[in-house]
């Protein structure tokens, strides 16, 4: 089976995402996991199908409309120099991971160079989504979804009401809704790194 490119291309984007706003925990843990599962044709498709099963349901419902939409392209450069300096903080730096960005960057450029991220709002649950596309012959096809985006990509915490709104939805064993963690939750006074979002 031959890998859909731009399906490719949004894996490596979402990768570079996850090493630069993941849990350095879950980064050393699976990135060797993550990395297979990028290889591997069917895995990166599955994952597109499953996330999106995941969110049919709840998006029905959310009433969502776009905001705004952000060139890929303009994207990448952000995400590239944010996981450069977080992995040279983390002490992880090295020259076969500066060779692992560079060529999931090189990847991320060729499949959604012409591509947008679209913001997108919704009175019910998930409140946010973020819709990226790519470029096929004349028309944008949509390639993934994040269901957040941290602040150094113009993202965002979720307003009260959402929060609210994700915690009454979420029930036990579901895996529909998102997990949140509210700020000022935990006491960072004593821990002397930031506390990641996940």
Not at 174 to 198: C, M
Request: aromatic share 8%.
């Amino acid at each position: 089976m031959t890998r859909d490119p731009k399906q490719g291309s949004w894996d490596a984007f979402a990768l570079l995402h996850w090493l630069g706003a993941g849990s350095p925990t879950s980064i050393l843990q699976a990135l060797r996991r993550e990395l297979e599962h990028h290889r591997d044709a069917y895995a990166v498709q599955d994952r597109f199908v499953v996330l999106t099963a995941r969110y049919r349901e709840p998006l029905r419902g959310a009433e969502c409309q776009p905001e705004s939409a952000t060139p890929l392209a303009a994207l990448l450069p952000r995400v590239v120099s944010r996981v450069q300096t977080r992995m040279k903080d983390l002490g992880l730096w090295r020259s076969d991971f500066e060779q692992l960005v560079t060529a999931l960057a090189s990847e991320a450029e060729d499949g959604l160079s012409d591509g947008w991220l679209v913001h997108m709002t919704c009175f019910g649950d998930p409140y946010e989504i973020w819709v990226a596309t790519a470029k096929e012959d004349e028309r944008q096809v949509v390639v993934g979804m994040l269901t957040s985006l941290p602040t150094w990509l113009d993202g965002g915490p979720l307003a009260d009401e959402h929060v609210e709104g994700r915690l009454r939805n979420r029930t036990v064993g579901s895996t529909t809704t998102l997990g949140v963690i509210r700020e000022g939750t935990v006491d960072t006074r004593w821990i002397p790194i930031p506390i990641e979002e996940f």
